[in-house]
């Protein structure tokens, strides 16, 4: 193993010889206001009228370099406090602007909407994201080295937008203070900044600077992004806030499994939260007496595998810049993985500094967990510790390093691991990283690697892998799906454009790939090969094919359920998926797939679907279902494995909207809402209320349902949690 990633990080740093020289970047100005413009969403400020607009948008999708259908215009200004955004765009068919999201945070890219990009410290790797709908709604990002992830949209920044939809399109202003970003300390600033609007209805995307398709990432390229110049006499204020909170609430749990006695439990708890400035480079976060009592529930999984299944963070405190702490493959293999502290003990206390020293960047993350009822940092408290770098080393080239601690009553699990990758051309890339563990016990010192190779433009693509992940490897603060193990895959992509005006198909896509693992000790473990086909249409809609033979090596019985279990031995079995999608900005929209099949020594076979409907901007539902129906050569080896889920979003307004989720599976037999209300009194401030109740159903599958018999509760919580954030 240790072969391969040094040849993967010697490739690395040869790479650097290809390296090419970025062309000059468009330049825009941002002009000093004298006087603020009013936020309203109506370009009619002096300011504004001073400024000659920015109209050189580009499509870049559907027809990559044309002009767009509908013009644009940008304009820049600023003064000591914040940074200004006055855009308008036009439309020929106003009536037909997607406007229907209210909820901060929420899935605005179903709406016509803008994202707004600033790479602050202009060094082409790390941005800030706005995006904002037509109806003002909003949300944030953050981008690492080039990178996104979802979590990366958890960032919350306090900023000011107003919309305003008219005959002649739509207008939209934007303020974003300077004490909510992070700059140089120098007096004269250059940042990069990109601008793009989607056309929802069109399906079209219009761009400033230009970003060819060659980018995948668009604007998530911040090396291609313009120059702002004109940035002069910032304040960055004294960089402190402090969000303290209030939470009440109350549950009822069944105590016993004969659902016959409950135990009520109320709680109050006080909390808080800190932010500050170091300086202008470096932040500093605290937290004491954390609770997430408003963090949305999971979806429920069905786990019919032999790895772990991953469950994504959701807590803000921990998402805030993870990309930066983000280390080893993502979902599988992650040295790192944030969800591990403090699910099963509270946080007591913690403190994480990010930010940049010099060409570095630097991440460093302690918290306590442990029981509440004792003291911080005492005996009965753990720690857990992560420390984290990554430098430039030349033009889209990174290498770094990550150290993490987990200590438990006098036992210690440490993983020390590098990485390192270059982009090159324009979507392609070198990656390696390397992690070894120490543990208390040496038994359970090991390692994990990986390197990886892509070269990709948007058409032809492929890439080869190596990863290795050790049988005892189990870094403490990490997330591992499958040890013991080498994985070897490679694949190929052709994404043809089709120039037609006589089928809707606007790009195709062939991806054959082909995986190989084996044991550390060489042994043969599973190996599977695939081939997708995939159309994308016009207005967003998607179908896809997919055939996939897979070998499967037991070494030791499998069950895959308590009383259902596959023999140890040798599996081949070949396996067909259809699936498919429409436009999610539509007022109902569909998505669902078949997979037909072996499985083992049997047969199985997923069904799927999913329905959505947006009645108007102030109520919308999805449901979904999915059935898998398992039928194998073994005892009590048919059964069926369902999940069904509810999810319902109102909104009065862009300050106050509730979403509730309902979900069911025939494992558990449990029915689990979650409804959450969320009333942004303040900007940056909420009055969150949350309920939660689990109800178990009892009846056997061949006797008649009775709701009134039949249906247990199995326990109800209510929390109302206010925070208040107050900015110095």
């Known amino acids: ?26 330049e825009i100005t941002a002009v000093f ?76 890219d179903k709406d016509d909407v803008v994202r707004i990009g600033i790479d602050t410290y202009n060094d082409k790797r790390n941005a800030y994201v706005f995006e904002i709908n037509s109806l003002g709604a909003q949300d944030d ?31 939209l202003e934007v303020a974003i203070p300077f004490r909510q970003i ?16 989607t056309i929802n209805r069109k399906n ?7 970003i060819p398709l060659s980018f995948q990432g668009g604007w998530i390229n911040v090396s291609q992004y313009a120059t702002l110049k004109g940035l002069q006499g910032l304040r960055r204020g004294r960089n402190i806030e402090i969000k303290p909170y209030i939470i009440t609430g109350a549950q009822e749990v069944r105590e016993d499994l004969a659902f016959e006695k409950t135990e009520s439990d109320l709680n109050r708890e006080i909390g808080l939260d800190v932010k500050y400035g170091i300086t202008s480079n470096l932040t500093l976060d605290l937290t004491f007496n954390t609770d997430f009592a408003q963090v949305e529930a999971d979806n429920v999984q069905l786990n019919l595998t032999r790895f772990n299944l991953f469950f994504p963070e959701k807590r803000e405190f921990f998402l805030e810049r993870s990309g930066l702490f983000a280390h080893g493959n993502q979902r ?26 010099g060409r570095f960047s630097v991440g460093l993350l302690n918290i306590e967990t442990g029981d509440k009822l004792n003291q911080a940092f005492g005996k009965r408290s753990d720690n857990n510790a992560v420390a984290r770098i990554r430098t430039d080393l030349f033009p889209r080239a990174t290498a770094g390093a990550i150290f993490t601690n987990f200590e438990q009553d006098g036992r210690y699990n440490r993983a020390f691991g590098v990485d390192a990758q270059y982009r090159f051309w324009n979507s392609s890339e070198i990656e390696a990283w390397y992690t070894t563990v120490k543990d208390t016990d040496p038994d359970l010192d090991d390692a994990a690697g990986h390197a990886r190779l892509r070269v990709r433009n948007d058409i032809y693509g492929a890439s080869a892998s190596y990863t290795s992940v050790g049988k005892n490897y189990s870094p403490a603060l990490g997330f591992v799906s499958r040890r013991d193990m080498r994985h070897y895959s490679i694949n190929a992509t052709y994404s043809p454009f089709i120039e037609s005006d006589k089928i809707p198909v606007r790009q195709l896509s062939f991806e054959p790939s082909y995986r190989y693992i084996t044991g550390q000790d060489g042994e043969k473990q599973s190996w599977e090969g695939k081939l997708e086909v995939g159309a994308s249409f016009e207005k967003r809609d998607r179908l896809r094919f997919e ?65 959505g409907f947006r009645q108007s901007k102030h109520f919308s539902i999805e449901a979904g279902i999915s059935h898998r129906i398992i039928d194998l050569d073994a005892d009590n080896g048919k059964f069926d494995a369902t999940t069904i889920s509810a999810n319902i979003l109102a909104a009065q307004g862009r300050k106050l909207f509730a979403r509730g989720l309902i979900q069911y599976d025939n494992f558990s037999r449990d029915v689990n809402a979650n409804i959450r209300i969320d009333w942004i ?19 056997d599958d061949d006797i008649l349902f009775d709701p009134r018999r039949d249906i247990i509760m199995n326990d109800r919580v209510g929390v109302a949690k206010v925070t208040y954030l107050v900015m110095l």
């Not at 037909?96 to 209210?102: C, G, L, T």
């Not at 979802?150 to 399109?169: C, N, P, R």
């Not at 992070?182 to 609007?197: H, I, P, Q, T, Y």
């Not at 007022?587 to 799927?608: A, I, K, P």
Request: hydrophobic share 35%; glycine share 8%; proline share 4%.
């Open 141 to 171: 990002a953050t981008i690492t080295d080039e990178s996104m992830t979802l979590d990366d949209w958890s960032w919350d920044a306090v900023f000011y937008s107003e919309t305003v939809i008219d005959e002649k399109g739509w207008s």
């Open 332 to 357: 599988s293999t992650q040295t790192f993985f944030s969800r591990r502290i403090g699910l099963s003990r509270d946080i007591l206390t913690g403190a994480r500094m990010t930010g940049q020293i």
């Open 204 to 210: 079209e995307k219009a761009i400033f600077p230009f």
């Open 33 to 108: 206001a004298e006087t603020a413009p009013q936020i309203d969403g109506v370009l009619d400020d002096d300011i504004w009228q001073l400024i000659e607009p920015t109209t050189s948008f580009v499509q870049r999708w559907p027809e990559e370099g044309a002009t767009p259908t509908e013009d644009s215009e940008l304009r820049i200004a600023f003064n000591e406090d914040f940074l200004y955004f006055g855009l308008t765009f036009l439309d020929k068919n106003p009536e037909e602007i997607r406007a229907n999201i209210f909820e901060r945070g929420g899935r605005l």
């Open 182 to 197: 992070r700059f140089s300390k120098d007096d004269v600033l250059e940042m990069g900044v990109a601008v793009e609007r």
């Open 547 to 611: 055939f996939e033979r897979q070998f499967d090596r037991l070494t030791g019985d499998f069950h895959i359920r308590s009383n259902t279990v596959i023999p140890a031995g040798d599996y081949t079995f070949d396996r067909y998926r259809i699936s498919g999608n429409t436009d999610q900005s539509r007022q109902t929209y569909f998505s669902g797939g078949v997979v037909l099949g072996e499985f083992y020594n049997g047969n199985r076979t997923d069904l799927s679907a999913q329905v």
């Open 681 to 699: 009194h303040t900007p940056g401030s909420d009055l969150f209320i949350v309920l939660n109740t689990s109800y178990h159903l009892t009846a």
């Open 1 to 26: 193993m240790k072969k391969t990633l040094l040849l993967g990080i010697s490739t690395f740093i040869c790479a650097g010889v290809f390296a090419q020289s970025t062309p000059q970047r468009p």
